[in-house]
């Protein structure tokens, strides 16, 4: 950028004086722009946001001759915030890499670590400040060459663009005010004793004082008469285990003993209870191990069962493979897998079982088209008119579900979840209802 107008501060530089006489020094800029694929360095206005850095350089000549780093007592980055998109902090960091105001900068030029962030910055047309007393000490002692500038970037999503030194219409430029250590003065004589005061009100009580250090010990005294024997108390009873990796658990009022897990199984409180299971016994309408609900289970563990995906797949798509038999022949609970992948086998992309199989969720991907059984199942546990609420399993439509258990060449097993009516003669042309499942 082409310096058009030279700050106010430029004007009171003290480079006349001798080193270490001047207490204020300011540093004009010298070169702005922001990091861009096209060339930014005539802009009025420099963007200090996520994707865009601030590109800053310094004239340092104003400082007296023979100054080194430990002479400057502090330098403050001072910066016209023009508008403010985001508020937040912004920080600076020493660039490392030449770069051209008058030439595209694009990608950012590397930098050291970044200083203390600023304030908050959160108002149009305001100035703002950001210590920068080590990375001007640098440039000092590191000689000329090494002041390549300093970059300003946001600490988190802070969306500014300030004034550069082509923004004539406001004219704030960014510059650095130097304040330089002074030389020590003359020791004055020592002035004459004054009278005696009167003396003050007394003071207020101050607060104790800490505790002092602890005293040696004493010495030992005499030793006690013996006391009677207390009366025993009850026998205590801790019951043992039956093998090897055995543990033990109060239940509040009794030790119960836990059989020794598997090997590499995991310990899981369930609760309060201890449980050798990769995950606590489930109930009909918990959410099950991939995010869906549990709607039928297996076993008395509660651990083993099926879980409903919490929304439909499809509002309405066909069956599939209309006018021939694919073998999908289980209507019992169980078979619905075996269901769909002899499905899926033949007919390919564009039916119930495909979109029941692609569905996913929380990183599962076992989903399936369930059988005719595994279906009603599912109703019996969702309720309307059976005992259990439809939120059990939730999001289902008084409407028409496929199953995945094939009848004929022409038709497939289906269920109304307004009443749970199945029919056993649709077409495999219909349109209707999905809801994938998969078993734990």
């Known amino acids: 950028m082409k ?21 204020a ?23 200090v946001k996520p994707t865009s850095k601030g590109l800053l350089k310094f004239n340092l000549s104003a400082l007296p001759d023979g100054v080194i780093g430990t002479d400057i007592a502090k330098a403050t980055l001072v910066f016209y915030v023009k508008t403010v998109t985001t508020p937040g ?25 970044p200083l203390t962030p600023s304030t908050h910055i959160n108002r149009n047309n305001s100035y703002f400040a950001v210590d920068v ?47 330089l250590k002074g030389p020590a003065g003359a020791k004055g004589d020592t002035g004459l004793q004054g009278p005696k005061g009167d003396p003050g009100v007394q003071g207020q009580t101050g607060l104790p004082g800490t505790n002092g250090a602890q005293g040696a ?28 990796g055995d543990m033990q658990y109060w239940d509040g009022s009794a030790w119960i003993n836990i059989a020794k897990g598997t090997n590499k199984s995991t310990l899981t409180i369930c609760n309060g209870v201890p449980n050798w299971s990769s995950f606590c016994p489930l109930a ?14 297996s076993d008395s563990t509660g651990l083993h069962g099926l879980e409903a995906a919490p929304v439909d797949q499809s509002t309405g798509i066909q069956w599939g493979c209309s006018g021939r038999i694919v073998g999908a022949t289980g209507t019992a609970v169980g078979t619905g897998k075996a ?58 439509a008084s409407a028409w579900y496929w199953s995945s258990s094939e009848i004929i060449n022409l038709s497939a097993w289906i269920q109304y979840f307004g009443d749970g009516s199945q029919y056993n003669y649709p077409s495999k042309y219909d349109t209707l209802r999905v809801r994938a499942v998969r078993a734990f």
């Open 3 to 23: 310096m058009t107008r030279k700050p106010l501060h430029a004007a009171i530089l003290l480079a006349s004086l001798s080193p270490l006489a001047a207490h």
């Open 25 to 47: 020094v300011v540093a004009p800029i010298a070169a702005d722009s922001h990091v861009a694929a096209t060339n930014a360095g005539a802009a009025s206005a420099i963007n």
């Open 89 to 113: 902090h912004i920080q600076a960091s020493k660039i490392t890499d030449a770069w051209n105001e008058n030439a595209a900068v694009s990608p950012a030029p590397t930098t050291d670590a």
């Open 133 to 179: 007393t080590g990375l001007v000490m640098d440039w000092v002692d590191d000689a000329p060459a090494s002041n390549k500038g300093l970059a300003l970037g946001p600490v988190d999503t802070a969306d500014l663009t300030l004034d550069s030194k082509e923004a004539i219409q406001t004219s704030h430029p960014a510059y650095i005010d130097i304040v």
């Open 217 to 244: 010990p004493g010495s030992k005294g005499d030793t006690g008469a013996k006391g009677d024997q207390g009366v025993p108390g009850p026998q205590g009873a801790m019951p043992v285990g039956h093998a090897a």
């Open 284 to 297: 009909i309408g918990d959410t099950g191990p991939a995010g869906g609900k549990v709607f039928y289970l």
């Open 339 to 396: 269901n769909t992948m002899a499905i899926n086998s033949q007919c390919g992309a564009g039916t119930a079982a495909y979109i029941a199989a692609s569905y996913s969720l929380n990183g599962f991907t076992d989903w399936y088209l369930p059988s005719k059984d595994e279906l009603n199942r599912m109703y019996l546990s969702i309720g309307q008119g059976a005992a259990a609420p439809l939120t059990n399993v939730g999001g289902f």
